[in-house]
T-cell receptor, first 115, second 111 residues
Framework: GAGVSQSPSNKVTEKGKDVELRCDPI?????LYWYRQRLGQGLEFLIY????????KSGLPSDRFSAERTGESVSTLTIQRTQQEDSAVYLC?????????????FGPGTRLTVL | AQSVAQPEDQVNVAEGNPLTVKCTYSVSGNPYLFWYVQYPNRGLQFLLKYITGDNLVKGSYGFEAEFNKSQTSFHLKKPSALVSDSALYFC?????????FGTGTRLQVFP
């Protein structure tokens, strides 16, 4: 596609349920990033993929969070046993390479609300 | 450790006036600096970046930013603000393998 897409755009879930968020990067982009944006706050780095491997998982808040990427394309971010503090917009970005000097292209985000 | 600061939560400016959104950074080594804009209910859009070379960087929508090494700043500027520039602006610095974002500055341009 023309840009990074994410699904669903909105997700409302009950505390304790698991959720899966999906990111489709720009075709050919080898690097993929997940960020979290809480209401009124900046972006919080979660995880970074280069190809299908994740060299940097340092931003994942807890072991309830995991992510995978297959075929150097689609990535899913899974949150198990959701908590209310997980409510945020989850943003995905991709870039042509893993060099940090290359601009990242962001998707519209998934707004997650945990009741 | 790399870090970036945006000291202003909000900047208000009248349409037609020049605008400045401030950003300071802390890095070891050469900085890679970025500005992104987030319009309501939309994802972040890349505006401009500084990697090396000319200290004045020109980007999208008439924005520019000036890299100042001695002041460790990378302020975003536009000579004449538009109401449509009203949005949330993020400064970011490139870390070893990820971007570190500031907390954002909300720009409000009044007609």
């Amino acid at each position: 596609g023309a840009g990074v897409s994410q699904s669903p755009s909105n997700k409302v879930t009950e505390k304790g349920k698991d959720v899966e968020l999906r990111c489709d990067p720009i075709s050919g982009h080898t690097a993929l990033y997940w960020y979290r944006q809480r209401l009124g706050q900046g972006l919080e780095f979660l995880i970074y993929f280069q190809g299908n491997s994740a060299p940097d998982k340092s931003g994942l808040p807890s072991d309830r969070f995991s992510a995978e990427r297959t075929g150097e394309s689609v990535s899913t971010l899974t949150i198990q046993r959701t908590q209310q503090e997980d409510s945020a917009v989850y943003l995905c970005a991709s870039s042509p390479g893993g060099l940090i000097r290359v601009a990242q292209y962001f998707g519209p985000g998934t707004r997650l609300t945990v009741l | 450790a790399q870090s970036v600061a945006q000291p202003e939560d909000q900047v208000n400016v009248a349409e037609g006036n020049p605008l400045t959104v401030k950003c300071t950074y802390s890095v070891s080594g050469n900085p890679y600096l970025f500005w992104y804009v987030q319009y309501p209910n939309r994802g972040l859009q890349f505006l401009l970046k500084y990697i090396t070379g000319d200290n004045l960087v020109k980007g999208s929508y008439g924005f520019e930013a000036e890299f100042n090494k001695s002041q460790t700043s990378f302020h975003l500027k536009k000579p004449s603000a538009l109401v449509s520039d009203s949005a949330l602006y993020f400064c970011a610095v490139g870390g070893t393998d990820k971007l570190i974002f500031g907390t954002g500055t909300r720009l409000q341009v009044f007609p």
